[in-house]
């Protein structure tokens, strides 16, 4: 297996906590919160001035025009905060799929609209959206600028004697010139180290309040769980696709280069023996006894290729057995385990004796392992493989092992491919497939 490692870079010596204050990361969130507040009063005008408009015109037919016409406005504001978010924030919501009117014109279009759920989660977010970020806007503001006034009050305390007339900051006063002054040394240094310990908290309160916005945009302007689940369908089906496709051309490779190869020079060698067979009997023997070789070669060869597409084993007996006689031709000695209630559906059988077979075969040829194992058991709904050696290690899922293809594989079935191999040894493979018995 191919080495997956690379040095880590050296961290920094200041902790992340003095860090945070002035990382960039923590200034483009305040900025998102200070932002925020202007965007949502401009979409939450926009939506209330959309609903009374719709409603007052749905006693004519103009009604339900304006209402299409302002969810697409809503759709459109929603593309703005997508990208202020991904600018902002780092979180990358895919825009959701476009309109598809059912028919052509402007009535298909505004069917389309209204049927879209896409639509009615953007007005629904304008409305949400505008109260969380009036409070982000006054809690975050009020907080960094006070945590930071606190902390630079030594610099600026002399402000306040010099055009104010008073010592420093008033905590208590009569209102009649009597009153409690922040103004000698031991109180202005507890005041800065007050605002010290605000200032140090204050990228992680900014930090708290855009983990809201993070879930409104991500629930409201995203693509739907469903829109989701067939977008990854579509994926999955074009994997399966392509491995089909892929595991066709390999038979017919095998085909062409192996045993119809082999049958056409039979064929020629049977010609020429039958030629021969008058004129010179011994040789045509020892050619038919040649050809008889090539014939045991040729059924060996269609045998494994059966074999490749689908062991008779493993229709007959099971993955057990299978597993087993798999394990056999393997280079390495290996122990197997399974231990199954009763059988899964024969798909799932058949990816799962195919998975083991691939990381056996990468056993073999890269691990340098002198054994290995193969366990198999059933948990909830859920058919688990794992498969261990004692090689040298240092592999990953996409250093050109196949593996990454076998991983793209089982995904496309709802499975799970995890890799466990530290350089040194030793690996350990676990695959998650679905029981579906």
């Keep these: 297996m191919d080495s997956a490692y690379a040095p880590q870079p050296r961290g920094s010596r200041v902790p992340v906590g003095l860090r945070a204050p002035f990382s960039g990361r923590t200034w483009r ?5 200070l932002l925020s507040l202007p965007m949502s009063v401009v979409m939450f005008s926009y939506a209330i001035t959309v609903i009374s408009l719709s409603a007052g015109l749905l006693v004519t037919f103009l009604g339900i025009p304006v209402l299409a016409a302002g969810l697409a406005g809503s759709r459109a504001l929603g593309s703005v905060e997508r990208a202020r978010a991904r600018a902002l924030l780092d979180l990358d919501v895919a825009d959701p799929a476009p309109l598809r009117a059912a028919k052509p014109g402007l009535m298909g279009w505004v069917g389309a609209v209204l049927k879209s759920g896409v639509s009615w989660r953007h007005l629904l977010y304008s409305l949400l959206h505008f109260p969380w970020a009036l409070f982000a806007f006054v809690f975050s503001v009020t907080f ?3 945590g930071w006034s606190l902390l630079t009050y030594p610099l600026w305390q002399w402000t306040l004697t010099d055009h104010l007339g008073q010592p420093g900051i008033q905590m208590w006063g009569d209102g009649h010139g009597n009153g409690v002054y922040v103004d000698s040394p031991s109180e202005i240094g507890v005041t800065s180290a007050i605002g010290l310990l605000i200032v140090l908290a204050g990228p992680w309160v900014i930090r708290g309040l855009t983990q809201v916005d993070r879930v409104l945009v991500h629930g409201l302007l995203g693509p739907s769980s469903l829109a989701n689940r067939v977008t990854e369908l579509e994926s999955d089906r074009g994997v399966v696709v392509d491995t089909a496709a892929a595991d066709l051309r390999r038979i017919e490779r095998d085909l062409h280069d192996g045993a119809q190869a082999r049958l056409v020079a039979l064929a020629m060698d049977l010609g020429l023996a039958k030629e021969k067979l008058t004129e010179d009997p011994e040789a045509a023997a020892k050619m038919v006894d040649e050809a008889h070789g090539e014939v045991k070669i040729a059924l060996q060869e269609l045998r494994d290729l059966a074999r490749g597409i689908h062991p008779a084993i493993l229709t007959d007996r099971g993955l057990g057995p299978a597993l087993s006689a798999l394990s056999a031709r393997c280079t390495v000695p290996v ?3 399974v231990d199954l209630s009763h059988r899964p559906a024969a798909a799932i059988e058949g990816i799962a004796y195919f998975t083991v077979s691939e990381l056996l075969q990468n ?3 890269h691990a340098g392992a002198t ?3 193969v366990d198999v058991w059933h948990t909830a709904d859920r058919i688990m493989l794992l498969v261990t050696d004692n090689g040298h290690g240092g592999a990953n899922l996409g250093a050109g092992t196949g ?3 076998l991983a793209e594989r089982l995904d496309s079935i709802d499975g799970l491919l995890v890799m466990d191999s530290p350089k040194g040894g030793p690996t350990s ?5 679905p029981w579906r018995g």
Excluded: P
Aim: hydrophobic residues 50%; charged residues 15%; proline residues 0%.
């Design 29 to 33: 969130e305040f900025l998102h919160l």
């Design 335 to 337: 122990k197997v385990t």
């Design 363 to 365: 056993v073999s040829k």
């Design 371 to 373: 054994s290995a194992t």
């Design 144 to 146: 960094w600028t006070v």
């Design 403 to 405: 593996l990454a293809g």
């Design 429 to 433: 493979v676990t695959a998650e497939l």
